[in-house]
């Protein structure tokens, strides 16, 4: 598979952008990298999908309860910690085929808008930023769950989003054709996040 990644970025499920004031009705969580990844699909050969996923997540996330169109999303992914299961593939995935993990060694989304429909669900529109290029892509989220307080006494709460993007529109354009006509590596990529937040205790 070859493939692309990018994801993903991909983000999350949100909420805020990074080093916002809070305000009234208004949390400000950081992604906690060891509970969150971004996992992605890929078509390849035609007849499978190959799984793979980032670990690398960081952030912040500014969840407005009183009125969620203004809260916002900032995440970073770490793009070297792309893993497929597949040694040589991640290699190739990390090269200039494929995300040039070198000259960009980062994945960015920044929410524009957040929509709250009556079943609960977000629509989460932002910027992603992926192999140097920036499109606008639009996640489908989850409403983050109640929050909790954990037994190390953080508070933290959890969400997920899906989106699709095409690897093409973010520059990501190497392939090889089967004798048959068919490409090895598809183009679009599925992505799904899954986010855990925290808000650290007081000191």
């Known amino acids: 598979m070859k493939a692309l990644s990018t994801k993903f970025a991909l983000l ?3 909420a ?30 035609l007849i499978s999908k190959v799984h793979g996923e980032f670990h690398g997540l960081t952030g912040s996330i500014l969840l407005n309860d009183t009125d969620i169109s203004k809260s916002s999303v900032n995440v970073t992914i770490d793009a070297a910690t792309v893993n497929t299961n597949e040694p040589d593939r991640d290699k ?11 000259k960009y060694p980062t994945i960015t989304f920044r929410s524009t808008k957040v929509e709250k429909f009556p079943d609960g ?13 920036t499109k606008s892509v639009v996640l489908n989220a989850t409403s983050p769950k109640p929050p909790i307080k954990d037994p190390w006494g953080f508070t933290r709460t959890a969400a997920s989003a899906s989106t699709k993007i095409n690897r093409q529109d973010f520059g990501i354009t190497w392939n090889k ?15 799904t996040l899954d986010v855990e937040m925290i808000v650290p205790p007081a000191k």
């Open 121 to 133: 669900s977000l629509r989460i529109t932002g910027d992603l930023t992926i192999h140097g290029v």
């Open 16 to 45: 805020v952008v990074s080093g916002l004031p809070a305000t009234a009705g208004a949390t400000t969580y950081q992604i906690d990298p060891r509970h969150s990844s971004a996992n992605f699909t890929v078509t390849h050969l």
């Open 92 to 102: 190739d995935l990390k090269s200039p085929n494929f995300l040039d993990v070198a």
């Open 177 to 191: 054709t089967m004798d048959d006509g068919g490409a090895i590596v598809g183009n679009e990529v599925n992505i």
């Open 12 to 14: 999350a499920a949100l």
